[in-house]
């Protein structure tokens, strides 16, 4: 079954505006992890959250985590047009597991 | 302290050729994984490693595909033989466990033709 399914797909802000992305995920889990990429570049690790944390912040990110909703947002707060990117939830499957499932992201337009 | 490093940035091979491509992870990290990413797609898990240990290869297609973490060196992913379907980028990560950070290199991208 598909992990981490990102909605929406895709979301065009303005700058300063707020962005706000979900993410769904179907069996349990020992965290949690967003990501961004650029087109065409590699993945930047932006925070990880475990089973047992609801919320964590990072600078201007701040993500929540429900794990009876199996369910996690990302909140990007006063956007900039460098936040344009794509945006990643990853989840290890619980248990033992390890190997991250990815789902097909939500990408980002932060326009200037 | 350097990131994960992948060498080659991109790649290009002929059908029939073959691909190695190479992952020093970060300092401190003995965990390696490989994923792939298909074009629109997300990233699939491929093979997780540690020195000189094969620990889950049950994303890496059966045939041609091999991965190896010798106890100096990089990890490499070797593809032999090509074929035009290869065609994507191939990322590596490391972590310092099994449920810390991932933290992925820039990838390979990988084109035959």
């Known amino acids: 079954s598909q992990q981490g399914e990102e909605d929406p797909q895709a979301l065009s802000i303005q700058e300063g505006e707020n962005a706000t992305m979900n993410c769904s995920y179907k069996?349990?889990?020992?965290?949690l992890q967003w990501y961004r990429q650029n087109s065409g570049r590699g993945l930047v690790h932006l925070i990880l959250?475990?089973?047992?944390?609801r919320e964590k912040h990072s600078g201007r990110l701040r993500v929540t985590l429900d794990t009876s909703k199996k369910s996690s947002s990302l909140l990007i707060t006063a956007s900039r047009a460098a936040d344009t990117a794509s945006y990643f939830c990853?989840?290890?499957?619980?248990?033992?597991?390890?190997?991250?499932?990815f789902g097909k992201g939500t990408l980002l337009t932060v326009n200037p | 302290n350097a990131g994960v490093m992948q060498n080659p940035r991109h790649l290009v091979r002929r059908r029939g050729q073959e691909a190695r491509l190479r992952c020093s992870p970060m300092?401190?990290?003995?965990?390696v994984y490989w994923y792939r990413q298909l074009p629109e797609e997300g990233l699939k898990f491929m093979v997780y490693?540690?020195?000189?240990?094969?620990?889950?290869e049950s994303g890496m297609p059966k045939e041609r595909f091999s991965a190896e973490f010798p106890k100096e060196g990089p990890s490499i992913l070797r593809i032999q033989q090509v074929v035009r379907g290869d065609s994507a980028a191939y990322f590596c990560?490391?972590?310092?466990?099994?449920?810390?950070?991932?933290?992925f290199g820039p990838g390979t991208r990988l084109t035959v033709t």
């Open positions: 990560a490391s972590s310092r466990g099994t449920h810390y950070e991932q933290y």
């Open positions: 069996t349990s889990i020992n965290n």
């Open positions: 959250i475990r089973s047992n944390e």
């Open positions: 990853a989840t290890d499957g619980g248990g033992s597991n390890y190997k991250l499932t």
């Open positions: 300092k401190g990290h003995s965990h």
């Open positions: 490693l540690q020195k000189e240990n094969i620990i889950d």
